[in-house]
């Protein structure tokens, strides 16, 4: 089996493991939801509602890019662009909440343990996608300069 191989076996597993940590962040926020209307709290349901929209969204894309990456593997670097380009949105959408704020949620000052395991798993996403397109845009390279070459020798012959 090639490296290749492995590292998409890999990043599956880490689309998959941010997919899991999505959904749990959801539940919390659901959580945190149903208290606050049994104690009375409306004015913030419509963040909460929002937030769960939000990591339910993010959970399912990634189970999707999953799906995608291991039916493509090494023949399509679109699910690794895809992959990478997703996870760099999602940081930077985390950095925004905690800094200068987002819509309706406003600037969240909190910093939890998921968090920091969510952003170092999407940091690793980002890394082995981009070892990926690397992969087979040499490999492509690679077969390109070999067909030339033999269309090169048989001119000649």
């Known amino acids: ?11 599956a597993i880490l689309l998959f493991s941010n997919a ?5 962040v959801a539940f919390q926020e659901y959580g945190d939801l149903v208290e606050f209307q049994q104690i009375g709290i409306e004015g913030e349901t419509q963040e909460k509602h929002l937030e769960i929209s939000v990591f339910v969204g993010a959970s399912l894309i990634y189970l999707g890019l999953v799906v995608w990456v291991l039916k493509s593997r090494l023949k399509n670097e679109n699910p690794y662009m895809v992959s990478a380009v997703f996870s760099i949105i999602m940081i930077s ?11 309706v ?18 940091a690793a996403i980002i890394g082995i996608a981009g070892y990926l397109i690397f992969a087979i ?15 090169r020798r048989r001119e000649i012959a």
């Open 105 to 122: 949620v406003g600037v969240e000052y909190y910093i939890g343990r998921i968090d920091i395991v969510s952003k170092i798993l999407q």
């Open 20 to 24: 899991i940590v999505y959904l749990i």
């Open 137 to 151: 845009r040499s490999m492509y390279i690679k077969e390109q300069g070999i067909s030339e070459r033999s269309d």
């Open 1 to 11: 089996m090639r490296i290749q191989n492995i590292v998409v076996c890999l990043l």
């Open 93 to 103: 959408i985390y950095i925004a909440s905690r800094t200068i704020g987002v819509p």
